[in-house]
Nanobody, 124 residues
Framework: QLQASGGGLVQAGGSLRLSCAAS????????MGWFRQAPGKEREFVAA????????YYADSVKGRFTISRDNAKNTVYLQMKSLKPEDTAVYYC???????????????????WGQGTQVTVSS
């Protein structure tokens, strides 16, 4: 089970940190990802991190502004968001899946477990 938190209302240029806490004892074996869905749009990939070796991928739209990280001791994955823009407004979802690959997927269809989402609203 995944529980996302940390969303809110922020002005353009501001920052937020999202957290996603996982239950269970096997968090460290899962690749973790963040996705987002804006009103009227498809859900899109934001960032992903592997379970162990720390390979990280970002969507081009957030590269240089967002940072994904994980703390396996706390069963938590984070998304630090800086220099937020109004176009970052969306519901943000964390997700997890297991794969023997060392490369995390950018495709939502590979992810087996999803959190409930947390709303991020960026005002101009």
């Amino acid at each position: 089970q995944l529980q996302a938190s940390g969303g809110g209302l922020v002005q353009a240029g501001g920052s937020l940190r999202l957290s996603c806490a996982a239950s269970g004892r096997t968090f460290s074996i899962y690749h973790m990802g963040w996705f987002r869905q804006a009103p009227g749009k498809e859900r899109e990939f934001v960032a992903a991190i592997t379970r162990g070796v720390g390979r990280i991928y970002y969507a081009d739209s957030v590269k240089g502004r967002f940072t994904i990280s994980r703390d396996n001791a706390k069963n938590t994955v984070y998304l630090q968001m800086k220099s937020l823009k109004p176009e970052d407004t969306a519901v943000y979802y964390c997700a997890a899946y297991y794969s023997s690959s060392d490369y995390p997927s950018r495709s939502e269809y590979d992810y087996s477990y999803w959190g409930q989402g947390t709303q991020v609203t960026v005002s101009s």
